[in-house]
């Protein structure tokens, strides 16, 4: 059965400091991995990655992909406390299938 | 152009009414899903349409229904409302089904059953 393990759960943060969240899957014929920010609403589009090893940089936040040890991971540098959010990843292959997500919150 | 809309935003059912979600999408696009979200977790697929006439379960189907009779407009049912289906509901749908896609997502609906 398609899996897509998402760690820490939960993650408390000051402002400034720097933060790695993970994602491991198992899947059937992937096609791409992506991550998400959902704050209150509907989730918002970070990054998608088909690649292995090339990374996808956006400001503070930056993603790369291990095809070989199935895992990605989102760094966020220099967080905000805008950055407060529930982080999704999801695999894109028979379906989207999304992990449980990563609460992250950021303190003044 | 709108892309994704959901109706109605909220809604208060009781138990045993029946109701459908609405969803709409502007871009062409041919594959469609239906998610919910129950609070502090991910989503979790409820039925998914790979194209006008064709739909299929997910991993959470039970106590619900779809249909795709045009490439726009993918309603879910919900026949007998019950408090489990207590979530908020998304719809989403995607731009291609090549490597390079990404999902894009309605604002969501917010049930409440009681």
């Known amino acids: 059965e398609d899996k897509v393990v998402q760690s820490p759960l939960s993650l408390v943060v000051h402002e400034g400091d720097t933060v790695t969240l993970n994602c491991s899957y198992e899947?059937?014929?992937?096609?791409?991995l992506l991550w998400y920010k959902q704050e209150k609403k509907a989730p918002t589009f970070l990054f998608m990655l088909t690649s292995s090893g090339i990374e996808k940089k956006s400001g503070r936040l930056s993603s790369i992909l291990d095809k070989k040890e199935l895992f990605s991971i989102l760094n966020i540098t220099a967080t905000q406390t805008g950055d407060s959010a529930i982080y999704l990843c999801a695999y894109y292959g028979q379906n989207f299938v999304f992990g449980p997500g990563t609460r992250l919150s950021v303190l003044p | 152009n709108a892309g994704v809309t959901q109706t109605p935003k909220f809604r208060i059912l009781k138990i045993g009414q029946s109701m459908t979600l609405q969803c709409t999408q502007d871009?062409?696009?041919?594959?469609m899903y239906w998610y919910r979200q129950d609070p502090g977790m991910g989503l979790k697929l409820i039925y998914y349409?790979?194209?006008?006439?064709?739909?299929d379960k997910g991993e959470v189907p039970n106590g619900y229904n779809v249909s795709r009779s045009t490439t726009e407009d993918f309603p879910l049912r919900l026949e007998l409302a019950a408090p489990s289906q207590t979530s908020v509901y998304f719809c989403a749908s995607i731009r291609g089904t090549g490597m390079n896609t990404e999902a894009f997502f309605g604002q969501g609906t917010r049930l409440t059953v009681v």
């Open positions: 899947v059937t014929n992937f096609r791409s």
């Open positions: 871009m062409n696009h041919n594959y």
């Open positions: 349409s790979v194209g006008a006439g064709i739909t």
